[in-house]
Nanobody, 121 residues
């Protein structure tokens, strides 16, 4: 599975962005996740959604602001980001994995190239 994240850009604090992750083939059997790497820091988990879409997880810092979703018919996943803060500035990556726990530990099976999100204060 090849993944490509898109939708990043420059936004002011308090604004919104919607990231998309397009897959080259079906993702129906995969857990999907979003991760980010802030400037000068390591990659970190942001959110994940299980296959079937019934279970999702979020890191504490984005709870109530970000929403993860998936559209298996379109082989796509999304991250709606609201109330953005400067500390959300990072390169955002999407990943797919058969094991949900491993995925959240940055051990997904497939990774896409990232998309840069910059939040100005």
């Amino acid at each position: 599975v090849q993944l490509q994240a898109s939708g990043g850009g420059l936004v002011q604090a308090g604004g919104s962005l919607r990231l998309s992750c397009a897959a080259s083939s079906t993702i129906v059997n995969y857990n999907m996740g979003w991760f980010r790497q802030p400037p000068g820091k390591g990659r970190e988990f942001v959110a994940s959604i299980a296959w079937g879409g019934r279970t999702s997880y979020y890191t504490d810092s984005v709870k109530g602001r970000f929403t993860i979703s998936r559209d298996d018919a379109k082989n796509a996943m999304y991250l709606q980001m609201n109330s953005l803060k400067p500390e959300d500035t990072a390169v955002y990556y999407c990943s797919a994995g058969e094991d949900s726990s491993l995925l959240r530990r940055l051990e997904g099976d497939y990774w896409g190239k990232g998309t840069l999100v910059t939040v100005s204060s």
